[in-house]
Every structure is written in C-alpha cells, then in structure tokens.
C-alpha cells in the first residue's frame, strides 16, 4: 500500500516542481530558478517579426538621444572594443531558464560612456529590427553583466538568436534583452516598448515575477 501511495504521489507531482527536483538531484542550487521557471538545457527560439539577414558590413548600432557626442559603430569597430566573456543564467517570460550561458561583447556602459550620458538620463530603449523596442533604467542597463554581445558559447550569435548583435541583461527577463539591436536611445523618463504596451511589466524582475502589468 505504502508503494503504490508513493508512487500515486510522484505521479502526482507537478512539471515545474519535478524539473525543480531534477536541479536538486543534480546537485544545483534551485535558488538560482526564480519562481515559476523550469530549468531546459535548450535555447528557445522566440521573437517578433522575421530573422534579418545582413549583408557584411552593414550593420551598425547607433547611440542617440540624451547624450553629448551621439555616434554610430559598425561591427569590426566594435569588436575592436575591450571584449569582456561572461557566463550567467537567463530567464524567458515565457517559462523557460537556461543556465550557464556564455556571452562575448562589450559592456553597455562603455558606449554610453563614450557617447557622454547627459545629466537627467534615467532610462534607455533599445530599438531594434521591425520596429522593435524595450526599455530599461539607465542603472540596468550599465551594470558590469550588461553586455553588447556578438558571440555565444564562443560563436558568431546565431541570427535566430539575435546575430550579429543583441543586447544581454541578464538579470530581467530576456525579453529585455533585445536581439538585433539597431540603436540605444538615452532618456529622461520611462517609455513603454513593444511588450510593454501590450502588457508586460515596465520592469521584468523574474525573481518577483514581475511578468504583466500589476504583477
């Protein structure tokens, strides 16, 4: 009797909290899963609108807005850039975390930098292919984990997964972190994107779920 309750119980066990199990069988902290998530060992691909395709050379990433020298930086200039590889977890909106990524690029802060951020700058969208956009507090988006990336796991970002460039922020949902970045807007105010207008949260923190509005 006791067996077959045992098994009844397992069975009975819900998705999220087997593959939180699985991390704890496995030896990993599940305090690195926020709430919500599961573990996959998968990249999913998720995104609005068609993959671009670019021709070599011309892509290019501008910094505008609330700056003082606003300029634009194609990819071998950037790559030129201090380069900085950095292994963190990431968190979709949708559900799924894969941890342990590694990401090449150059830190978000070191173009900011170089643009000269205005006083009075709180917040950056980032613009992307098709009209894209999300938004982030300046402090997000300068902190050392927030990257340009143009290589994942020490490839060429595949273009299903944002290449040649996307942004990284790894610390809020990964819809944040926009792939195929076009240009960095530098605010004074706080602008709604493209999933922000449609109900997502202004924020994102995955670890207080802060998915949709009101969260």
């Known amino acids: 009797m006791r067996r077959r309750n045992a098994t009844r119980q397992t069975g009975a066990m819900g998705f999220f909290d087997r593959n939180r199990k699985t991390l704890i069988d496995r030896g990993i902290d599940p305090e690195r899963l926020p709430p919500g998530q599961y573990l996959t060992d998968r990249f999913p691909v998720l995104h609005v609108g068609d993959v671009p395709t670019y021709a070599p050379g011309t ?14 930086i194609g990819l071998d200039e950037l790559r030129e850039m201090e380069p900085v590889t950095l292994t963190f977890d990431i968190h979709c909106v ?7 990524t590694t990401w090449t690029g150059v830190r978000v802060r070191d173009l900011l930098e170089r643009a000269g951020v205005r006083e009075g700058a709180t917040h950056v969208v980032e613009h992307a292919e098709y009209g894209y956009t999300t938004n982030l507090p300046l402090a997000d988006i300068t902190t050392d984990e927030a990257i340009v990336a143009y290589a994942f796991e020490g490839e060429d970002i595949e273009p299903i997964h944002g290449g040649p460039v996307r942004i990284v922020v790894p610390h809020l949902y990964f819809w944040k972190s926009a792939k195929w970045v076009r240009s960095l807007e ?15 949260h202004m924020y994102g923190d995955p670890f207080r779920e802060q998915r949709h509005w009101g969260d």
């Not at 290019?60 to 634009?72: A, I, M, S």
């Open 186 to 200: 530098v605010l004074d105010r706080d602008v709604a994107g493209f999933w922000e207008r449609n109900g997502y």
């Open 94 to 100: 949708t559900k799924w975390s894969k941890f342990d």
């Open 59 to 72: 892509w290019d990433l501008t910094v505008t807005g609330l700056v003082e020298r606003p300029f634009t």
